[in-house]
């Protein structure tokens, strides 16, 4: 199989502040979660890929081409950056045709391509809606929508879920699934382990402008094996609760937080703790509200990789 990406001593730099820094990779076609905090160099390196910058030093191939000012490359990819930029005025339609037109295609074919594109992306309903009105999910859509209309491929999205609720994340993951089983390759940056790990096994994550680790999500999990993971559970009876979860095996300290609602608890074995808990509570009563892995974000394994 031929590759999707090769970088090798890629290097950005903004005056004296790095960006990204002797980044050595090699990436094969599908989808690949890049990940890492805020700051660590994901839009940098997003970046370099779309073609929007130029490496400071190393290089980097992406199907075959040099990414920067090369339009031959441009027309082989879509991308939608981080921004919540989309031109209001237009109508969803409008806004996908005149990006698709800029990529070269004429009027009719970039009308087709817009329509097909957001009948994609499940937005065919609210095409003529001025895109101002559109809610944060449905700008996120239909700013894929162009990314995806003159048939890259090769996706590359920038923090897609940043600012979405709950169910128009659970969406936006099903969007990428369905394009992807269509046969397109992703890289879709994110710095909560979670949201992507419901797209793919595979994950790059970057710390400080550096690689940190690449593999299977499962591989990186492991890396917490040694280390308590932190979990908040909101709770109708958080006393009851607290009381039942104190005499499992897998839990090592519960706290009641000061609204009395909350737990805060350290657990050996998460996975354990996620499969007794439904039973636990309805033992006990306990009215589970909300239940949150504190180390669903990658600050838990970056602390353990760094030190």
Known sequence: MSLLLEARDLSRYYGQVVGL????????????GLLG???????????????????????????GHVPFANPDYFRLIGFAPQQDAVYEEMTGLEFVIFLT??????????RARAEQAIERVGLADARHRRTGGYSKGMRQRIRIAQAIAHDPRFLIIDEPMTGLDPLARAEMSELF??????????????????????????????????????????EIRRLLTRQPRKVEIRARDARRLAS??????????????A????LSLETSDLERL?????ALAGRVGAGIQTFESRDASLEAVFDYLVT
Do not use: M, W, Y
């Open 37 to 63: 905090p805020n700051g660590a160099g994901k839009s940098t390196f997003l970046k370099l890929v779309a073609g929007e910058i130029r490496p400071s030093r190393g290089t980097l191939t992406v199907l």
């Open 274 to 278: 996620c499969s007794d808990l439904p």
């Open 177 to 218: 699934r369905a394009l992807a089983v269509q046969g397109l390759s992703i890289l879709i940056s994110s710095h909560i382990l979670h949201e992507v790990e419901a797209l793919t096994p595979n994950v790059v994550l970057v710390h400080r402008g550096r690689l940190l680790a690449r593999g299977p999500v499962r």
């Open 244 to 257: 039942a979860l104190l005499e499992s095996a897998v839990v090592s300290s519960v706290r009641i937080e």
């Open 259 to 262: 609204d009395g609602v909350r």
């Open 21 to 32: 820094n002797d980044l050595t990779l090699s990436l094969e076609p599908g989808v690949v």
């Open 101 to 110: 037109r800029l990529s070269g295609h004429r009027e009719a074919a970039a």
